[in-house]
């Protein structure tokens, strides 16, 4: 039986902590499919075609297994990409109880649409206070993202842009 799982998320921008449960992910599922999807709700730093780009070199300069997909999706319910591409499974990581309690609806809604199940996975200690929003806080302000992204997405962030 060939295991597909999703690991969804805005990624704006991917952290080390995204990517400590992506690597953790792929080593439990034979196609691990990290999906760039749009958050109606947030305000995005990054357009989605960078945010894959980003997520694809800090996937292969992270020497991560080769079983990852990186893409996104825009139209439609998260189901429905799973449909598509045969995924039983959604992963989340989760920082704190407040990620529990947001997450907890949609993991019911999302079984009860397409019988998709979540696996929800504790971060790495060291990584469990980094958010996306927070690192756009620091880079906006002209902080050191290093510690908290990959290198290339640090690099990008502390570049100048046109």
Not at 103 to 122: C, K, Q, S, W, Y
Request: net charge negative; charged share 15%.
């Amino acid at each position: 039986m060939h295991r597909i799982a999703v690991v969804p998320g805005s990624f704006d921008p991917i952290t080390l902590g995204h990517l400590d449960v992506i690597e953790r992910a792929a080593g439990i599922f034979d196609e691990l499919h990290v999906l760039v999807v749009h958050n109606p709700g947030k305000t995005a730093l990054l357009p989605i075609a960078q945010r894959v780009s980003l997520i694809e070199k800090a996937v292969r300069e992270g020497g991560l297994p080769e079983n990852i997909v990186v893409t996104s999706w825009s139209v439609g319910l998260l189901v429905d990409y799973c449909t598509d591409v045969g995924a039983s499974v959604l992963v989340k990581g989760i920082r704190s109880q407040v990620d529990v309690a947001y997450e907890t609806p949609m993991a019911i809604v999302n079984r009860d649409l397409a019988g998709v199940e979540t696996v929800f996975l504790l971060p790495n200690p060291a990584h469990a206070h980094v958010s996306s929003s927070l690192v756009r806080q620091v880079a906006s302000l002209g902080g050191d993202v290093s510690p908290y992204v990959p290198p290339v997405v640090a690099h990008y962030l502390q570049s100048p842009r046109e």
